[in-house]
T-cell receptor, first 110, second 118 residues
Framework: GQNIDQPTEMTATEGAIVQINCTYQTSGFNGLFWYQQHAGEAPTFLSYNVLDGLEEKGRFSSFLSRSKGYSYLLLKELQMKDSASYLCAVRAYNTDKLIFGTGTRLQVFP | GAVVSQHPSRVICKSGTSVKIECRSLDFQATTMFWYRQFPKQSLMLMATSNEGSKATYEQGVEKDKFLINHASLTLSTLTVTSAHPEDSSFYIC??????????????FGPGTRLTVL
């Protein structure tokens, strides 16, 4: 079966660092995506990992360990506008389909 | 680049009527388009995958006769919710991908359509 787990909700303070974890069990693997989604809006692409290791892009970094079926999204220097849902999605091998996790609602407080 | 539009952004209809939602890739040719449904505070659930010129592939549990998908060109896919009922009220999001762009072959999402069935 396909299973992707994320914490449901997280809170953090402006200026802090937060790590959002994602564990997955899927039939095959061809990349993991992180998307940000504000309420009532479409998801926007944040990062992509297909090989093990850390990908850094400005304030956001994403890590992947394929052997552990584990990824995390790291957000640094949090801003109020980072309050949103963060979706982890896995692409199965030989397909363009994405399987989305439950999403993590992050609230950033002043 | 890689912009996807959806129309309408919001629609309210009476129970029993049909609603058509359009998804367009504005500046690229989408070899594949996807339709998702998202209920409040939940994640995206894939409904179907459509490739231009061929029949859509529906996910398990999605009624193909109720959710009609047409992908007539490389820039347009439509989802028609037939005989809509209140339980069909949801946020419908399309996405498009292409193997022609030098990217991660990621999906580009439309802004979504909020459907409310009275």
């Amino acid at each position: 079966g396909q299973n992707i787990d994320q914490p449901t909700e997280m809170t953090a303070t402006e200026g802090a660092i937060v790590q959002i974890n994602c564990t997955y069990q899927t039939s095959g693997f061809n990349g993991l995506f992180w998307y940000q989604q504000h309420a009532g809006e479409a998801p926007t692409f944040l990062s992509y990992n297909v090989l093990d290791g850390l990908e850094e892009k400005g304030r956001f970094s994403s890590f992947l360990s394929r052997s552990k079926g584990y990824s995390y999204l790291l957000l640094k220097e949090l801003q109020m506008k980072d309050s949103a849902s963060y979706l982890c999605a896995v692409r199965a091998y030989n397909t363009d389909k994405l399987i989305f996790g439950t999403g993590t609602r992050l609230q950033v407080f002043p | 680049g890689a912009v996807v539009s959806q129309h309408p952004s919001r629609v309210i209809c009476k129970s029993g009527t049909s609603v058509k939602i359009e998804c367009r890739s504005l500046d690229f040719q989408a070899t594949t388009m996807f339709w998702y449904r998202q209920f409040p505070k939940q994640s995206l659930m894939l409904m179907a995958t459509s490739n231009e010129g061929s029949k859509a592939t529906y996910e398990q549990g999605v009624e193909k006769d109720k959710f009609l998908i047409n992908h007539a060109s490389l820039t347009l896919s439509t989802l028609t919710v037939t005989s809509a009922h209140p339980e069909d009220s949801s946020f419908y999001i399309c996405s498009a991908s292409t193997s022609l762009l030098i990217t991660y072959n990621e999906q580009f999402f439309g802004p979504g359509t909020r459907l409310t069935v009275l």
